[in-house]
């Protein structure tokens, strides 16, 4: 089975731009989480989606939102950047049945973003 | 809540000598833990994990970890260190009832020749 896959791998913007990140779970999975990873913060949770419907979200501001469509295929997007959003986004997918404990999640190579 | 703390930032051992990376979970429940490596510029690939079966994991690349409620501690180790394993390491913990990993702060592992 191919991995999961991110869309665009590295991209740079400027403050009060917006950004939309793609996300291609592994075939199968209905689950796609997103995660930042910053030096000063680590990985940090912020969102999970399931058959279209957050499930869960993390402690980030509005700005940060996300999809999923039919075929699970996951977007986030960012409005209006901040310097602070330069983080490496990884998306992870999962089978997200919740029938075992400990479902393991699946990490793409992730979307570095640059905010100037 | 529940959380994880890795114990060290950084590790240092030589090329085939014994790996030892520690962590220390908090859970209210019987918890469900990772190991996940990172290399450079890549995403997280998982190494084990411990589901509440055997306390024993053993993973890829030759690490293993041992869940010890007692000490409540996940500690990864590996007989001997290649220069390959040179990466950052996360112990998660997920969190009960969602589908929510909780990272520690990681540590990097260097491996010299």
């Known amino acids: 089975k191919a991995g999961v896959t991110q869309t665009p791998r590295y991209l740079i913007k400027t403050r009060g731009q917006q950004v939309t990140l793609s996300c291609s779970p592994i075939s199968g999975h209905r689950s796609v989480s997103w995660y930042q990873q910053t030096p000063g913060q680590g990985l940090q949770f912020l969102f999970e989606?399931?058959?279209?419907?957050?499930?869960n979200k993390g402690n980030f501001p509005g700005r940060f939102s996300g999809r999923q469509f039919s075929n699970s295929r996951s977007e986030m997007n960012v409005s209006t950047l901040e310097l602070g959003d330069s983080a490496l986004y990884l998306c992870?997918?999962?089978?997200?049945?919740?029938?075992?404990?400990?479902?393991?999640?699946?990490f793409g190579p992730g979307t570095r973003l640059l905010v100037l | 809540a529940q959380s994880v703390t890795q114990l060290d930032s950084h590790v240092s051992v030589s090329e085939g000598t014994p790996v030892l990376l520690r962590c220390n979970y908090s859970s209210s429940y019987s918890p469900s833990l990772f190991w996940y490596v990172q290399h450079p510029n890549k995403g997280l690939q998982l190494l084990l994990k411990y589901t509440s079966a055997a306390t024993l994991v053993k993973g890829i690349n030759g690490f293993e970890a041992e869940f010890k409620k007692s000490e409540t501690s996940f500690h990864l180790t590996k007989p001997s260190a290649h220069m390959s394993d040179a990466a950052e390491y996360f112990c998660v913990v997920s969190d009960q009832g969602t589908y929510k990993y909780i990272f520690g702060t990681g540590t990097r592992l260097k491996v010299l020749a």
């Open positions: 989606y399931f058959s279209e419907t957050q499930r």
């Open positions: 992870a997918s999962s089978a997200g049945t919740g029938l075992f404990p400990g479902e393991t999640q699946y």
